[in-house]
Nanobody, 120 residues
Framework: QVQLVESGGGLVQDGGSLRLSCTAS????????MGWYRQAPGKQREWVAVTRDARNTNYADSVRGRFTISRDNAGNTVYLQMTNLKPEDTAVYYC??????????????WGKGTLVTVSS
């Protein structure tokens, strides 16, 4: 079983920055993909960013150019650097991971989420 624990959420003003972190633990870790989803109040959960390695990352159009996803060398920690945050980025952000890559970015494991609130 894989556990994902997020940290780094909080309250920030419009235009500000935050960095989210997520560390995976468990037996026989071999995570092909790690990423972030988010769910805003009253909306469906949506994909934000995924990474397999430094050369294979992808972003939702709504965050491309403002958010950067990265993994540590061991591959068990994933980060989401968020800049130029907007009120519409307010959501619970979930760390996710998968044993293998899927084209629809569906994931096998989920963290409990961390709240990001952007005030206008």
């Amino acid at each position: 079983q894989v556990q994902l624990v997020e940290s780094g959420g909080g309250l920030v003003q419009d235009g500000g920055s935050l960095r989210l972190s997520c560390t995976a633990s468990g037996s026989a870790l071999s995570l092909s993909v790690m990423g972030w989803y988010r769910q805003a109040p009253g909306k469906q959960r949506e994909w934000v960013a995924v990474t397999r390695d430094a050369r294979n990352t992808n972003y939702a159009d709504s965050v491309r150019g403002r958010f950067t996803i990265s993994r540590d060398n061991a591959g068990n920690t994933v980060y989401l650097q968020m800049t130029n945050l907007k009120p519409e980025d307010t959501a619970v952000y979930y760390c996710t991971a998968a044993d293998r890559f899927r084209v629809d970015y569906s994931m096998d494991y989920w963290g409990k989420g961390t709240l990001v609130t952007v005030s206008s």
